[in-house]
């Protein structure tokens, strides 16, 4: 079965750095997401993007924040300057559609900023 | 800002049926009503999602209301491995915007 990877696992940076998390969506999936968790807290939508473009972001999803799709498999999501609050789970997702569609969750990268 | 209603969490006996509830009283006529859940700190798994009328696959069924304001989910035989955080979401455009959940416990 097709399934979201992300890379790396585990990220551990320093306040101030910048971090480029990766990840590889389903091949033939059109729509792609992040998403975050901070430790105990609910899942939160940070963007998604189709055709080179941000569909839609959320209001945490700040000028730190970029995506990029640099080849036709990788989706990157990059924090510029990392901050203590950025430490969390961060999700990719993928779907084919995006209205009535099911998303497909990556397993997550966990980022740590000291 | 969740559009959605859950009670925090719930028991369910292993080999019985799991019946989640969902409140969406303010449901818009083309926004759907997804279902994922969580195990651990794993990624969210799609569920089941629907419109208007009750759906059924192979892990769960959704039963939705007339009026639409309420749905449930149903998992027709929990095993321990469906202990997870269940999530109910409205959303038209598949951004989805999670709440805090069900916490399901099966127990043995």
């Known amino acids: 079965e097709p399934e979201v990877t992300q890379t790396p696992s585990h990220q551990v940076t320093q306040m101030g750095q910048e971090v480029i998390l990766r990840c590889v969506p389903i091949?033939?999936?059109?729509?792609f997401y992040w998403y975050r968790q901070i430790l105990g807290q609910k899942v939160e939508f940070l963007v998604s993007?189709?055709?080179?473009?941000?569909?839609?972001k959320s209001e945490i999803f700040d000028d730190q924040f970029s995506v990029e799709r640099p080849d036709g498999s990788n989706f990157t999501l990059k924090i510029r300057s990392t901050k203590l609050e950025d430490s969390a789970m961060y999700f990719c997702?993928?779907?084919?559609?995006?209205?009535?569609?099911?998303?497909?969750f990556g397993p997550g990268t966990r980022l740590t900023v000291t | 800002d969740a559009k959605t209603t859950q009670p925090p969490s719930m028991d369910c006996a292993e080999g019985r049926a799991a019946n989640l509830p969902c409140n969406h009283s303010?449901?818009?006529?083309?926004?759907?009503v997804y279902w994922y859940r969580q195990i651990h700190s794993q990624g969210p798994q799609y569920i089941i999602h629907?419109?208007?009328n009750n759906e059924t696959n192979e892990m769960a069924s959704l039963i939705i209301t007339e009026d639409r304001k309420s749905s449930t989910l149903i998992l027709p035989h929990a095993t321990l491995r469906d202990t997870a955080v269940y999530y109910c979401?409205?959303?038209?455009?598949?951004?989805?915007?999670f709440g805090a959940g069900t916490r399901l416990t099966v127990k043995p």
């Open positions: 303010t449901i818009s006529g083309n926004e759907y």
């Open positions: 997702a993928s779907s084919v559609d995006r209205r009535s569609n099911e998303q497909y």
């Open positions: 629907g419109l208007k």
């Open positions: 091949s033939n999936h059109l729509y």
């Open positions: 993007f189709y055709n080179n473009e941000i569909s839609e």
């Open positions: 979401i409205v959303d038209l455009n598949n951004d989805m915007r």
